[in-house]
C-alpha cells in the first residue's frame, strides 16, 4: 500500500482528508483493488477549505483521476477543537431556567489541585453579560412545575439581538425528562431571531448532570455558526470540483455521519482526526494479528495516545478540552459527547521551544503551526520548534521534506536555536538535543499515565506509530517505556486520513433515565430505546446509507448504572438476550457483574439504580481489497536493502551522533531485515531506528522495529 501502486484506469475510489493543525492529509483508496496514494500539503488556518482545494487537486491532477470517480469523500478536521481552545467561536447567549444561569460558572466546585492555593479555573465560553435566565420548572420526574414565561422570553430575545448573538445554548433543568419547554423556547426564538443557531440541551446531552449539559451545549453553539459556513464551503468546492455525492464527517465516536447532522451537532467532531487515527490502527491491527496495540499519533500541532483492546478502541462519555493544567482532569471544560478514549499532548513538529518562569527550557503547547511554521520552512517562523531540533540533530532530510516540496533551511533552524541558546547558555546543537529529550519526556510521561488510567503496561504493546512526526519519536518512546517495538505501517504519515476511508458508519445515542431499578418497568425503557433507535437510524440514512444496510446494522446497548445511594455510576454493557428478553433482572446481574470485575466486589443487598441509557447503530467497518503490496510477500524476496546515503544522527541511547545509514521506504520489501542505527525516508513521514533496533518488513509493509534479539511475532 503505497503510493506507487495506484492503479490509474477509471474506476471507483475512496476519499480521506483530515485537516490537522499543521497540515491536510489526503488518502485516496481504489475500491478495485485497495491501492493507495497520499498526499499532504500545509493547512491554510485562514481558510481551510483553501488548502483542501490545492491538496486535493494536486492529488486528482498527479494520479490523473476525476473528482467525478469518487464515491465517497469522508472528512475529519481540528476546526472544532481550534475554535474551543482558542476562543475564536460565535458571539454566543446562554438561556437557562430562571436561577440557575451561573452554572456554566460554579462548575462542579471540585478542586483539580487540593494544594494549589492560586488555583486557575477555565473560564466559561459564555460570559455573565449573554447569559439569561427566564422563568419555567420541570420536577426530575418531568412534570411542569412553572410554565415557560414566553413574554419574558420575547424580551430576551429582543435583548440578544442587542447584543448581535449568533447562536444560543437552551439549557432547561431535567430537559432530559421533558423537552417541552426547550422545543417551546426554541420555537419563540427561531421567530424573534431566525438567523440566529440555536442548540437545545435536550438534543446534543440529553443526559443528567446539570454543568456538564450546560457546558457541551454551550460548546455546541459556540462552534455551530463557523462548522456550518466551513462546512458549506467545503461541500461547495468539492462539487464545483465534480464530486457528485454527499460528503460525510468522521465524529469523536469514531463512526461517520452526515454532514446535516454535524452542522447541527458538530461537537460530536471534536476529536475526529484522532479518532480517524485509531480506525487506522485497528485495521492495521487485524491485517498483523495483533489485536493490542498503544496508538502513538503525533502531527505538527499535538501528540495524541490511545489504546487497542481485542481490535477495539476503548470509549469513553465525556471528555475536557481547554485545560488550564497539563494532564490534571477537572482543568478543562467537559463536553459530553462519545469519544475514542485518547490523551492528547501539545507535543508536536510545530511546538515551540522557549523558557519558563524559572528559565528552563520547556517545549509547547504553544505551536507554530502552518502559519509561519517552524524557522527551518522559511516561511517567516523565528522561534524554534520541535521539527527545527529534528533537523539539527540529523533526522530530517532538509531536501526530501514532504518530497521535497517544503524545503528546509538548517541555517534558519540553526539562527532560531542560537537566539533561544544565548539565554540559556548553550549552543544552538545542545538546545537541539534537549528539545529532542524534552519533549519525548513529555510525551512518555502521557504515555504512562495514559495506559496506567486503563489498568494496563506498556511493556506488553508495540506502540504504533503514525502522523507526519510519530515514526522520528517513537523509538525513543518505545525504548524509555520499555515496550516490545515500534510498527510504522503503509501510509503512516498521513494515517488519520486513511483510517476514514476504512470507518464504519455508525451513530451513537443517550438518554438520561435516573430510577432504581425495582421502580423501573421495561415498558419505560424500552420508550428511550425506541426513541433512540429511531434517531441513530434517521442519523444513519442522513449520511447516505441504503435503507438494507439500516436494517440490519448491529444494535449494541450500554447502561450507566449505580448501587442506589452511590456518587458516580459504571457503563455496562447490557447483551442483546437481555434487551430482547426485556429482563430487569437481567440488567441487575449484569451490573453486579461489571462491578465485581471492576473493583472487585459488589453489594447485592442494594439495589441498582439506572442512570443513562446508551445505544449504538454500526455498520461493519468498510474492507479494502487486499493491495498489490501484499503479494509481493509470495517473491520471497528478502535480504539487506540499500542504502542510498549515509549522515551523522544523535542517538540519546548512544549519548552522541552515529553514522547511520538512509534508506527510501519504497525499496524495502517484505522480509527484509536489517539493523540500526537507520533512518527509512518516505515523501510523508521519516522513521528513526536507533542502534539498538532490528527492521523487519512484514507482508503487509508494515515496518517492525524491536530491540536487538527480539522478534516481530513476540
Known amino acids: 500500500m503505497t503510493q506507487d501502486l495506484l492503479t490509474r484506469a477509471p474506476g471507483a475510489f475512496k476519499l480521506g482528508f483530515d485537516v490537522g493543525g499543521t497540515f491536510t492529509d489526503f488518502a485516496l483508496v481504489s475500491e478495485t483493488d485497495g491501492a493507495v ?38 472528512h475529519a478536521t481540528t476546526l472544532i477543537t481550534n475554535a474551543l481552545i482558542e476562543r475564536k467561536g460565535a458571539v454566543t447567549a446562554l438561556l437557562a431556567t430562571e436561577g440557575f444561569r451561573d452554572t456554566l460558572e460554579m462548575g462542579t466546585e471540585v478542586r483539580y489541585d487540593n494544594y494549589e492555593l492560586s488555583l486557575e479555573m477555565p473560564s466559561p465560553l459564555v460570559p455573565r453579560q449573554r447569559r439569561y435566565d427566564v422563568p419555567e420548572r420541570i420536577s426530575a420526574k418531568g412534570d411542569v412545575l412553572v410554565p415557560l414565561d414566553t413574554d419574558r422570553l420575547r424580551e430576551i430575545a429582543r435583548e440578544m439581538l442587542a447584543q448581535k448573538v449568533e447562536a444560543v445554548a437552551i439549557v432547561f433543568l431535567h430537559s432530559f425528562m421533558n423537552p417541552a419547554h426547550e422545543i417551546e423556547a426554541e420555537r419563540i426564538l427561531r421567530e424573534e431571531m431566525p438567523e440566529v443557531q440555536i442548540s437545545r440541551s435536550s438534543v446534543i446531552a440529553p443526559e443528567i448532570r446539570e454543568f456538564e449539559r450546560s457546558s457541551t451545549t454551550a460548546a455546541n453553539a459556540y462552534v455551530q455558526p463557523i462548522v456550518r459556513r466551513y462546512i ?35 461537537i460530536r467532531m471534536l476529536e475526529s482526526g484522532p479518532a480517524a487515527g485509531v480506525l487506522a490502527a485497528i485495521h492495521f491491527s487485524k491485517l498483523l494479528g ?19 483492546k481485542g481490535h477495539q478502541a476503548r470509549k469513553a462519555n465525556q471528555f475536557e478540552f481547554g485545560r488550564v493544567a497539563r494532564l490534571m482532569r477537572g482543568s478543562g471544560l467537559p463536553v459530553k459527547v462519545p469519544i475514542v478514549e485518547l490523551i492528547e499532548i501539545g507535543a508536536g513538529g510545530g511546538s515551540i521551544a522557549s523558557t519558563d518562569k524559572m528559565g528552563l527550557v520547556q517545549v509547547g ?10 524557522a527551518c520552512y522559511g516561511l517567516g517562523g523565528t522561534q524554534p520548534t520541535v521539527t527545527d531540533a529534528n533537523l539539527m540533530l540529523g533526522y530530517l532530510n532538509p531536501d526530501y521534506f514532504l ?3 517544503i524545503p528546509l533551511s538548517r541555517t534558519a533552524s540553526m539562527r532560531a536555536l542560537a537566539r533561544l541558546g544565548e539565554i540559556t547558555a548553550m549552543s544552538a546543537t ?7 529529550r524534552i519533549v519525548n519526556q513529555n510525551m512518555t510521561a502521557a504515555c504512562k499515565v495514559h495506559i496506567a488510567e486503563q489498568g494496563e503496561d506498556p511493556q506488553k504493546f508495540f506502540l504504533f506509530a503514525f502522523g507526519g512526526a510519530g515514526p522520528i519519536h517513537a523509538w525513543e518512546l518505545a525504548r524509555q517505556l520499555g515496550m516490545k517495538g515500534v510498527i510504522v505501517p503503509p501510509a503512516a504519515g498521513a494515517g488519520s486520513a486513511l483510517g476514514l476511508v476504512v470507518s464504519p458508519v455508525s451513530f451513537d445515542c443517550s438518554r438520561s433515565l435516573p430510577r432504581r431499578l425495582d421502580k423501573l418497568t421495561w415498558d419505560d425503557i424500552d420508550r428511550v430505546l425506541s426513541q433512540m433507535l429511531e434517531e441513530a437510524r434517521a442519523a444513519l440514512s442522513e449520511a447516505g446509507l441504503p435503507s438494507s444496510r439500516i436494517a440490519s446494522a448491529e444494535v449494541t446497548y450500554e447502561m450507566d448504572l449505580r448501587h442506589f445511594g452511590q456518587g458516580r455510576e459504571l457503563t455496562v454493557e447490557i447483551p442483546l438476550e437481555i434487551v430482547e428478553s426485556r429482563s430487569i433482572d437481567g440488567v441487575a446481574a449484569a451490573f453486579y457483574a461489571a462491578h465485581q470485575a471492576r473493583y472487585g466486589h459488589v453489594h447485592r443487598d442494594l439495589v441498582p439504580e439506572l442512570i443513562t441509557c446508551r445505544l449504538s447503530v454500526s455498520t461493519h467497518a468498510a474492507t479494502l481489497p487486499e493491495p498489490p503490496a501484499v503479494a509481493i510477500a509470495e517473491t520471497g524476496i528478502c535480504g539487506q536493502p540499500r542504502a542510498k546515503a549515509t549522515r551523522e544522527v544523535y542517538f540519546p541511547e548512544a549519548g ?18 536489517f539493523p540500526g542505527p537507520a533512518i527509512i525516508e518516505e515523501r510523508e513521514c521519516t522513521i528513526v531506528a536507533g542502534p539498538a533496533a532490528e527492521i523487519e518488513v512484514h507482508p503487509t509493509l508494515a515496518l517492525f522495529i524491536t530491540p536487538t534479539g527480539a522478534s516481530a511475532d513476540q
Not at 464527517?249 to 461517520?256: A, E, L
Not at 547511520?660 to 527484509?672: C, D, F, H, I, N
Open 403 to 405: 518530497g521535497g516540496q
Open 232 to 266: 458549506d464551503r467545503t461541500e461547495g468546492m468539492l462539487h464545483d470540483s465534480g464530486f457528485a455525492q454527499r460528503m460525510q464527517m468522521m465524529v469523536s465516536s469514531g463512526g461517520i455521519a452526515g454532514a446535516e447532522l454535524v452542522k447541527a451537532q458538530p
Open 37 to 74: 496514494r497520499l498526499g499532504k500539503c500545509l493547512t491554510t488556518p485562514d481558510d481551510p477549505t483553501r488548502g483542501i482545494a490545492d491538496g486535493l487537486l494536486s492529488l486528482l491532477a498527479d494520479t490523473r483521476i476525476s473528482a467525478g470517480n469518487l464515491n465517497v469523500a469522508i
Open 365 to 374: 503547547p504553544e505551536s507554530a503551526g502552518s502559519a509561519p511554521g517552524p
Open 430 to 436: 545542545e538546545l537541539a538535543c534537549g528539545i529532542f
Open 290 to 308: 495483533l489485536p493490542d496495540l498503544v496508538t502513538f499519533d503525533m502531527g505538527g500541532t499535538t501528540a495524541k495516545v490511545g489504546l487497542v
Open 656 to 673: 552522541g551522533t552515529l553514522p547511520t545509514r538512509v534508506y527510501e521506504r519504497s525499496s524495502l520489501v517484505p522480509g527484509m531485515r
